[in-house]
């Protein structure tokens, strides 16, 4: 590509250093990687960066790249700022792994004790009974990060529900879970695992390490988590117990008439860089040149594998990194996947950062993963939408977390449940279903 570039790295606060960059333009560098979107729409509408698709004319290689994959105009939607422009490129090559939720059990317990799979809810919460009978101390069902997981599990009760707001692509609307009776008969389901100990019993509070204690101990044996904790636990744990396996397994469906075996898609990536508005036309020029460049054949290779012989060597027509003797990651001994090295990546590139299991384990998942991310992970709002936003959603998002805690513990008995359905509706639900509805219809113009 040529020329050289200066890279300053943010080693403090990420939040304060764009805050300072952004207050003058004469600060703004040419090119910006950005861990997240929420800090591109906070500073897209004013000004701050250059729309993308208004100059796909200065990016060959990305153009070709939207031409060609057909998951593109997805993940080009999924960028799209309050203004309906795409300030932010998408990171692409990543989700075969990354950021995949799924249901793991202990495939050992499960075969030493003649365990059969659980199909739905009813044999989940059977198998959790079966489980809590042989180890007594144990919370079988042994999920973590309090409630947050009936998003995840919402699309086994009704296609792309979520405990939030969440657009209905059966019924091409938006809409709100927990207004829904499938949810409450997921929470009723839910709240009786609980009530009988097959939850942990701090669940509410518990912190990672306390959950990863409970696993690691034979105290938990089915849970929903992030796909690449098999890795974690499986390296950590058969040093003492060489039996120790956890498998992903299909989705236990719903007990509703339209339930079924999938679950949200959680595999997005919403790192990636943007072009700054330094108003030098030659350096908005060059900063184009250098984030294309990574949508190349070229850049792709180099920035997934590094230079051949070096870092990496074909073997049978499949490259493999070149590791110590150590055996160090490639990610530890090269870098691979440091954060504003990346754009375009190879997809075996970053499979080959997991164990073989693991990516069996992957591939079987994706599969499980309904089609459609929910918008509401990356829609951006405009500036009248936001104040709408802050009026009420804040406040109904405190009152629903309180509420639900009530609810799970007893605090509060379910047969207020409809109720507390139309307390949520009396807090400006409606409103916040319109701004929704309008701000996604703008992506799709």
């Not at 075969?96 to 003649?114: A, P, Q």
């Not at 691979?336 to 299991?357: I, K, M, P, R």
């Not at 805690?405 to 409103?431: H, T, Y």
Request: glycine residues 6%; proline residues 4%; hydrophobic residues 35%.
């Amino acid at each position: 590509m040529g020329g050289k570039i200066t890279i300053e790295p943010i080693m403090d606060s990420w939040d304060t250093k764009i805050s300072l960059l952004m207050a003058s333009r004469d600060q703004l560098p040419d090119v910006m990687h950005s861990a997240n979107k929420t800090t591109v729409d906070r500073y897209a509408l004013d000004g701050a960066f250059v729309s993308i698709m208004d100059n796909l004319d200065k990016l060959p290689n990305f153009k070709k790249w939207v031409d060609t994959n057909p998951e593109s105009q997805a993940y080009i939607r999924s960028r799209t700022s309050g203004d309906g422009n795409v300030y932010h490129f998408p990171t692409y090559g990543l989700h075969t792994v990354n950021n995949i939720r799924t249901w793991l059990y202990r495939e050992d317990i499960f075969k030493k004790h003649n365990i059969s799979v659980p199909k739905d809810w009813n044999e989940l919460y059977q198998v959790g009974k079966q489980l809590k009978e042989i180890y007594p101390d144990s919370f079988p069902i042994c999920n973590r990060e309090s409630m947050n997981k009936l998003s995840v599990f919402g699309p086994q009760w009704k296609p792309y529900m979520q405990n939030k707001f969440y657009y209905d692509f059966v019924n091409n609307k938006w809409s709100y879970g927990l207004i829904e009776p499938e949810f409450k008969e997921m929470f009723t389901m839910y709240k009786k695992f609980f009530d009988e100990e097959l939850l942990p019993v701090n669940l509410l509070t518990m912190v990672t390490n306390d959950w990863t204690a409970l696993v690691a101990n034979d105290k938990g044996f089915i849970f929903n988590d992030y796909l690449i904790r098999i890795d974690m636990f499986q390296s950590a744990a058969r040093t003492g117990n060489p039996e120790f396996t956890l498998t992903a397994m299909e989705p236990p469906k719903g007990l509703t008439p339209n339930a079924s075996n999938l679950m949200a898609k959680s595999n997005s990536e919403y790192t990636g860089y943007v072009i700054c508005n330094t108003g030098k036309m030659k350096r908005v020029e060059n900063a184009f040149k250098y984030v294309d460049w990574f949508y190349s054949e070229e850049g792709k290779e180099i920035v997934s594998w590094g230079k051949e012989g070096e870092t990496f060597k074909v073997v049978d027509g499949k490259k493999q990194f070149i590791l110590n003797e150590q055996k160090t990651p490639a990610r530890n001994l090269y870098g691979v996947g440091t954060y504003g090295l990346y754009q375009l990546v190879d997809v075996e590139s970053n499979e080959a950062q997991y164990t073989d299991e693991s990516n069996e384990n992957a591939h079987k998942v994706i599969n499980w993963l309904e089609p459609n991310f929910n918008p509401y992970e990356w829609l951006s709002l405009n500036e009248e939408e936001v104040l709408v936003k802050q009026e009420i959603e804040v406040n109904l998002d405190a009152f629903v977390n309180e509420q639900l805690a009530k609810f799970f513990q007893g605090e509060r008995p379910m047969s207020e449940w409809d109720n507390f359905v139309q307390e949520i509706k009396n807090m400006g639900l409606d409103q916040m279903l319109q701004v929704y509805e309008n701000a996604y219809a703008r992506t799709l113009k």
